[in-house]
């Protein structure tokens, strides 16, 4: 049992595989949480264009044809 132990200690086989699924694995949870923050920020910023578009628009006076 003991040299089963000391040989997969060993063994590199697969361990590219391991680390790139934990890089992944990181990487998409650091993305699901910073994703809140990142939608705030892109939401106000399509709502500041809206109101500074939609202010540029001046109702047009109803006496002057």
Same mark, same amino acid.
């Given at each position: 049992?003991?040299?089963?132990? *000391?040989?997969? *200690?060993?063994?590199?086989?697969? +361990?590219?595989? *391991?680390?790139?699924?934990?890089?992944?694995?990181? @990487?998409?949870?650091?993305?699901?949480?910073?994703? &809140?923050? @990142?939608?705030?920020? @892109?939401? +106000?910023?399509? +709502?500041?264009?809206?109101?500074?578009?939609?202010?540029?628009?001046? *109702? &047009?006076? &109803?006496?002057?044809?």
């Amino acid at each position: 049992m003991c040299d089963l132990f *000391v040989r997969l *200690v060993k063994d590199e086989a697969g +361990q590219d595989v *391991v680390e790139y699924a934990l890089l992944t694995a990181s @990487i998409g949870i650091i993305g699901i949480a910073t994703w &809140p923050l @990142i939608a705030i920020a @892109i939401g +106000q910023t399509y +709502q500041e264009f809206d109101t500074d578009t939609q202010d540029l628009w001046e *109702v &047009p006076d &109803p006496g002057t044809d």
